[in-house]
Nanobody, 123 residues
Framework: VQLQASGGGLVQAGGSLTLSCAASGLTFGSYAMGWFRQAPGKGREFVTVISRSGSHTNYATSVKGRFTISRDNVKNTVYLQMNSLKPEDTAVYYC?????????????????WGQGTLVTVSS
């Protein structure tokens, strides 16, 4: 199983980025997909999750209204559209796959993880 995250980079505060996570080696539609992030010196933090079909999503309070998760079960890819970025959004962003249908918020319920992509937001 491989989860390949991409799309990170350096952006100014107020800007936008779209992250992608391409999955292979698993039946993509059988997994809820989540995004987590880890800032320097901090623990891994839940960002958002989307259910297997894409019909249900959940967001951390800190990103609600600014970030949007979506998935394409034909392309086996999950996306994270990030708008109105803030310096506190700076982190390594990880995608993860979970067999829990509703999409869990805790990292321990995820079966597979991508390698992470760095997002840096300058003030």
């Amino acid at each position: 199983v491989q989860l390949q995250a991409s799309g990170g980079g350096l952006v100014q505060a107020g800007g936008s980025l779209t992250l992608s996570c391409a999955a292979s080696g698993l039946t993509f539609g059988s997994y809820a997909m989540g995004w987590f992030r880890q800032a320097p010196g901090k623990g891994r933090e839940f960002v958002t999750v989307i259910s297997r079909s894409g019909s249900h999503t959940n967001y951390a309070t800190s990103v609600k209204g600014r970030f949007t998760i979506s998935r394409d079960n034909v392309k086996n890819t999950v996306y994270l559209q990030m708008n109105s970025l803030k310096p506190e959004d700076t982190a390594v962003y990880y995608c993860a796959a979970s067999t829990v249908a509703a999409g869990p918020l805790l990292p321990g319920f995820y079966n597979f993880w991508g390698q992470g992509t760095l997002v840096t937001v300058s003030s």
